[in-house]
């Protein structure tokens, strides 16, 4: 089966400029995640949907970050205005259901914020 | 919510030798207890998964225990190997609420031919 597809993978913008970011999950897979992987660090949730609805996003800064999966399949993640802070590798994962099954990542954007 | 801490952050061994990688979670609803393996600028990948309805999963040199009661599950590499030098994360989630995963920080692991 074809895996979780991102694009850009790799994107450069200055700050509070703006940034969107693309995934395709596995076919089939209701529910889809939004890591922030900050260099040295392990991915950190940003946004769960099931389906097209948000499940968490408790931990999303919602005042420059947003997201949205329409249709219950592709999703975006965006960022405006950017911040220095902001520069990460963005991960799109996307598991069989919400319960314990396994979470397939996507090969990721790098964000470089200058 | 949850915490996971991991240690210790590098691990350095040779050849052969074994690799043992500790986690502790805070929350005791969490039941799933994921590892995933990242190379340098590539995607994380599960290599082997525990549920807390096991203490002991094995899978070829690879194997995770879990002891519930202490909130603390391990990574066992034996019979190390050049490529297996990556870094590790250890990872738990519940089956309720939210149902994502709580990612320690990692162990790069770097065996030494």
């Known amino acids: 089966e074809a895996g979780v597809a991102q694009s850009p993978r790799y994107k450069i913008i200055e700050k509070r400029q703006s940034v969107a970011f693309w995934c395709n999950p596995i076919?089939?897979?209701?529910?889809l995640y939004w890591y922030q992987q900050i260099l040295g660090q392990g991915p950190k949730l940003l946004i769960q949907?099931?389906?097209?609805?948000?499940?968490?996003d408790s931990q999303l800064p919602k005042d420059r970050f947003s997201a949205e999966r329409l249709k219950g399949v592709d999703s975006t993640l965006k960022i405006q205005p950017a911040k220095l802070e902001d520069s990460a590798v963005y991960l799109c994962?996307?598991?069989?259901?919400?319960?314990?099954?396994?979470?397939?990542f996507g090969p990721g954007t790098r964000l470089t914020v200058t | 919510g949850e915490n996971v801490e991991q240690h210790p952050s590098t691990l350095s061994v040779q050849e052969g030798d074994s690799a043992v990688i500790k986690c502790t979670y805070s929350?005791?609803?969490?039941?799933?207890f994921p590892w995933y393996k990242q190379e340098l600028g590539k995607r994380p990948q599960l290599i082997i998964d525990?549920?807390?309805?096991?203490g002991e999963k094995k899978d070829q040199r690879i194997a995770v225990t879990l002891n519930k009661t202490a909130k603390h599950f391990s990574l066992h590499i034996t019979e190390t190997q050049p490529e297996d030098s990556a870094v590790y994360f250890c990872?738990?989630?519940?089956?309720?609420?939210?149902?994502?995963?709580?990612f320690g920080s990692g162990t790069r692991l770097q065996v030494q031919p």
């Open positions: 929350d005791s609803a969490s039941n799933y």
């Open positions: 994962a996307s598991s069989r259901a919400g319960g314990n099954y396994e979470q397939y």
């Open positions: 076919s089939g897979h209701a529910t």
């Open positions: 949907f099931q389906n097209n609805g948000v499940v968490d």
């Open positions: 525990i549920r807390s309805n096991v």
């Open positions: 990872a738990a989630s519940t089956d309720t609420g939210r149902r994502a995963l709580t």
